[in-house]
């Protein structure tokens, strides 16, 4: 629980902490002013600053420094990754040159989406890394020069209200074996499940580094017109490239994942628009922490795989149009362009705090669900403490 909870928050940390370095960085590009800088959430612990002279003043505790004239790069008690506050971005400021505001909508514009592209881009960094020294990926349609070393069948999906989900099949489950018999192919597992319809196999399974056996009876399945126990499986291997080739599958990988997300939200928006439901699990903070500690215990490079994916969905997250978040704040300046001037800062400001608290409540409607999936991990940690 202790890895868990460390693992969390540091990856909560580097995600946040590269998106808003992105705004600062393209912030002060543009001549724009950022009152400060800081790794965590206030209150502060310890920042500097210069003064008009270029000396380093102190800022010790969370003592309030008015109208610094340059940016106080701050140390602060919630190690959540950070925060930047850029001149004007709540409207302030207008009249003054180093302000967000006094600048062309095409500068404001980058500004808000620089923390998304860095998002993007560490992704990319990440996954360049884990094919540096190996990362765990399907081993299909691979690149001659790919290196490729334990290889494995794994599950990728376990439909619902089928054998294998009512047996707790999950998703990541490696299949050592079925019935002491060991397959190399996927094929070969298919036919073994088609052909012991109705008669009931056992399964031994490797998940986050220990086996169990499940038992389970396949069955006729009309979504493929042949006996199975209702998963999708596939052939991996921890995959590596020479360092310049890494670079390059790691971009193009990045992009290929951008797409696939995007696709997966698109379809998710439109089963809610049209009264279909959610066709996917959100998780929440909690969901996210628990998948991050499982994560954790499998290995480094899972958990490189795994920020990679929480940081483009980040990305994607905050490019949605939505009121609060980056892509709300760009569909205003796109407004703007189109008047010719400007929504009223005080509509504007109402807007995005509606915005920001339904996106609050949202987190909170996801975080109970998540503690009605997870309540075990809790339970375990509650033990722990009072134990």
């Keep these: 629980m202790f890895l868990t909870i460390v693992t969390f928050i540091v990856v909560l940390s580097i995600l946040v902490f590269v998106h808003e370095l992105g705004h600062f960085w393209t912030a002060t590009k543009f001549g724009v002013k950022a009152d400060e800088f800081g790794f965590g959430f206030p209150p502060r612990v310890w920042g500097m600053y210069r003064d008009e002279k270029g000396k380093w003043i102190q800022v010790r505790g969370n003592k309030e420094v008015k109208d610094p004239p340059n940016t106080i790069y701050s140390i602060n008690w919630l190690p959540l990754g950070g925060f930047v506050k850029i001149k004007g971005e709540d409207g302030e ?58 290889e494995q069948v794994q599950i990728l999906q376990v439909i619902k209200e089928s054998p294998a ?154 490019f949605l149009p939505f009121p609060a978040l980056d892509g709300g704040r760009i569909l205003f300046l796109i407004i703007e362009k189109i008047k010719g001037s400007p929504v009223k800062r005080e509509v504007e400001n109402a807007i995005h705090n509606i915005g920001f608290m339904l996106l609050m409540l949202l987190v909170l409607v996801v975080t109970f669900k998540d503690v009605a999936r997870f309540g075990n991990v809790f339970k375990m940690l509650f033990d722990k403490i009072i134990g």
């Design 165 to 318: 989900a009512n047996a707790n099949f999950q998703l990541g489950d490696v299949i050592l074996n079925i019935d002491g018999n060991e397959f190399a192919q996927v094929e070969d597992i298919q036919k073994y499940a088609h052909d012991n319809i109705d008669n009931e196999i056992n399964y031994l399974v490797l998940r986050e580094g220990g086996e169990m056996q499940i038992k389970v009876t396949p069955e006729f399945r009309e979504d493929t017109g042949k006996g199975g126990i209702g998963v999708s499986i596939t052939k991996i291997g921890l995959v590596s490239y020479p360092w310049y080739l890494a670079i390059y599958e790691g971009f193009k990988t990045t992009f290929i994942l951008l797409w696939i997300i995007l696709v997966a939200f698109y379809e998710l928006i439109k089963g809610l628009i049209t009264g279909q439901g959610l066709s996917a699990d959100i998780a929440g903070p909690v969901g996210i922490a628990t998948l991050t500690g499982q994560m954790a215990r499998m290995g480094f490079v899972y958990i490189l795989q795994f920020t990679a994916l929480l940081s483009i969905n980040l990305a994607i997250i905050n």
């Design 93 to 150: 400021d207008e009249d003054d040159k180093d302000s967000l505001l006094s600048k062309p909508i095409w500068q404001r514009a980058i500004v808000m989406s620089a923390g998304v592209t860095m998002n993007v881009l560490l992704a990319a960094v990440l996954i360049s890394i884990g094919l540096m020294i190996g990362l765990p990926q399907s081993i299909d349609d691979l690149s001659p020069k790919a290196r490729i070393e334990s």
